[in-house]
């Protein structure tokens, strides 16, 4: 009986994932000795794959890293429909945010049926603080929203690890959250 060293499994895995190019995984095949954790920084200092990817790689995930067009790059948050990833349009290198609805709940057609409600809801809107819809994409048996990328923290975030914000800053934040509601009122939507 053979096994498979773990440095072998590790670049199968990868080579499955279809993150990494052959050619670029090249040089590591060569240096099959190495730890699969010093392959991994490697990869990941060279640009080839995200600390995200190469949590999930080491844990012995190598599915779920390609969505359609889409490479996702890192898990972003938890909405009350799924998860949101940072993802990469592949042919036009654009950074979106994916909101997917797992396939486990697209087989409940009241969840599906909200989560559908949700992506036409907010399709609809167009404000500069309100976060656009794009598309709205199934791939197998998961859905999944394009919606743009906002590139920065969350409100929560920022409070949690800077403490309570100045006044005129939050007064700020406070007015351009109105302005998004005030915009989403107009449209209809209640949230």
């Known amino acids: 009986m053979t096994t498979t060293s773990p440095p072998t499994d590790l ?10 190019s052959i050619a670029d995984l090249q040089p590591f095949l060569l240096k099959a000795s190495q730890e699969p954790r010093d392959i991994l920084h490697q990869l990941v200092n060279q640009g080839l ?9 080491a844990a012995g995930k190598y599915k779920g890293f390609l969505l359609g067009s889409y490479k996702i790059l890192g898990r972003l948050g938890q909405g009350g ?4 990833y940072l993802a990469e349009h592949d042919a036009m290198r654009r950074f979106v945010a994916l909101k997917v609805l797992p396939a486990s709940v697209t087989e409940n057609d009241v969840a599906k049926e909200r989560f ?7 399709a609809a809107l167009d404000h500069p603080n309100i976060v656009r819809v794009f598309d709205l994409n199934r791939e197998g048996k998961v ?7 906002v590139e920065g923290t969350s409100l929560q975030n ?7 914000l100045p006044v005129g800053a ?5 007015r351009q959250i109105a302005e998004g509601l005030q915009h989403a009122h107009e449209t209809g939507l209640v949230h």
């Open 143 to 149: 859905l999944y929203l394009v919606m743009e990328y």
């Open 11 to 20: 670049l199968e895995r990868i080579r499955k994932s279809g993150l990494v």
């Open 81 to 84: 429909m799924g998860q949101v």
């Open 116 to 122: 559908l409600r949700e992506a036409r809801a907010a």
């Open 49 to 57: 794959l995200t600390e995200f990817q190469s949590e999930r790689l």
């Open 170 to 174: 939050a007064v700020d934040y406070v």
């Open 158 to 164: 920022l409070v949690e690890k800077g403490g309570r």
